[in-house]
């Protein structure tokens, strides 16, 4: 079970009960568990997994945006099966948006069925050519009659091929650059619609490519105003990013927990490994290290709860540092562990590899850390500037 006594500042007794119930579960349907390696396989796993956290009513924090509840869940996933971690974020990607601008019907319809496990989601942003720069986005939603007709590829996109519905953005203007970018609610049944590949990972996750083909959809599938997609996709990643840092640190946490239990039994001549300082200097640095990321993570996650407009900076820092320690917390222990901790069907290998795509996905470090030293800059061009944060 994970202790979220050092965290505890920021967290209500809800979330702290929360903690408690997910720890359980978690530890019931996910410990223990063999590693599927076989895209086909994952996939039918995955809307297994998906289907199992709605019935266990584990997603309801997406429905209330309640962003504490969905780091402590997250970080507790990712430390027991990082698969279950990503299904639970990818459901939230997919229908943060609709909790934010979806209408009533949009609501009704979708977002009630994605946080029971009952609809699968996905959010389609990413092209070959728009990865980072958004702005560089090619596919279109041109009006026709009373609807919009999409084209475009959509690439890098998770739970592309076994989601029920898609969140997608494209151009309404593409005169208007990001300006112009709207955004649909595509169910996968849409005539047009093509799952066109898997992409593959080292790290088994439902990864791929979609196409989107002279899709027609009526305008009532737009998810807040023309040219306003924009603007809700960062509205989105602002709000979910501090929860990519938590699953960092659940990650983080079950390979410093795996590396202090090899240590304790580990013997190196005449002595258990733990009794080395070398290998208590690094216990203790990625204890440290991983405790500060776990503050960031849940302070950035209490702003936001707290009725912040903005927390684009907290989450950016969160983000940022929660996923590059994790990386050197991670393959710490797998030093720690010697040639066991890269066997493949080590818990620490897997986490090797599941750990390096948070670096990436929604936002890479270096993306982060141009948003957190533009705040610095404009504090201190407006006389602002103090100790950042």
């Not at 903690?19 to 349907?29: D, F, P, R, T, V």
């Not at 009513?57 to 027991?80: N, P, S, Y």
């Not at 929860?243 to 304790?264: D, N, P, Q």
């Not at 996905?361 to 006389?383: C, K, N, S, V």
């Amino acid at each position: 079970m994970i202790d979220f006594h050092p965290v505890r500042a920021f967290l209500e007794p809800a979330h702290l009960e929360l903690a408690e119930g997910i720890g359980g579960y978690a530890a019931a349907e996910f410990s223990g568990h063999a590693r599927h390696d076989d895209d086909d396989v994952v996939r039918r796993y995955a809307r297994e997994i998906c289907a199992s956290l709605g019935s266990g009513g584990w997603l309801k924090a997406i429905a209330r945006q309640d962003f504490r509840a969905c780091a402590v869940t997250r970080e507790t996933l990712a430390f027991h099966s990082p698969l279950a971690d990503a299904m639970f974020a990818l459901q939230a990607l997919g229908s943060t948006p609709i909790a934010l601008a979806g209408d009533t019907r949009q609501r009704r319809l979708w977002l009630d069925r994605a946080v029971r496990g009952r609809a699968v989601a996905a959010f389609a942003m990413s092209e070959p050519e728009a990865g980072s720069d958004i702005a560089a986005m090619r596919s279109t939603a041109v009006r026709d009659g009373d609807g919009y007709v999409l084209n475009g590829i959509k690439t890098f996109i998770s739970n592309a091929g076994i989601a029920d519905f898609y969140l997608v953005f494209a151009l309404t203007d593409p005169g208007a650059g990001a300006e112009g970018i709207s955004a649909f609610l595509l169910p996968t049944e849409t005539q047009g619609f093509r799952f066109v590949r898997p992409l593959l990972m080292a790290d088994p996750h439902p990864l791929g490519e979609i196409a989107l083909e002279d899709c027609r959809l009526p305008a009532s599938a737009r998810v807040g105003g023309e040219g306003e997609g924009y603007r809700l996709g960062l509205a989105t990643l602002d709000r979910l990013r501090p929860t990519v840092g938590a699953a960092a640190c659940g990650m983080a946490g079950r390979a410093l927990h795996e590396a202090i239990h090899h240590a304790l039994a580990r013997r190196q001549f005449g002595r258990a490994l733990a009794d080395f300082q070398i290998t208590q200097e690094k216990v203790g640095r990625m204890a440290t290290d991983l405790t500060a990321a776990r503050l960031l993570v849940y302070r950035a996650a209490w702003e936001r709860d707290g009725g912040a407009e903005r927390t684009d900076l907290e989450a950016a820092m969160a983000k940022s540092f929660a996923t590059e320690i994790a990386q050197g917390v991670v393959d710490d222990a797998v030093q720690i562990l010697g040639g066991r901790g890269v066997l493949a069907d080590h818990p620490v290998d897997r986490l090797y590899r599941s750990v390096r795509a948070l670096r990436i996905y929604e936002g890479a470090t270096e993306i982060q850390r141009l948003i957190i030293a533009r705040h610095l800059f404009d504090a201190a061009r407006a006389g602002r500037d103090g100790p950042p944060g």
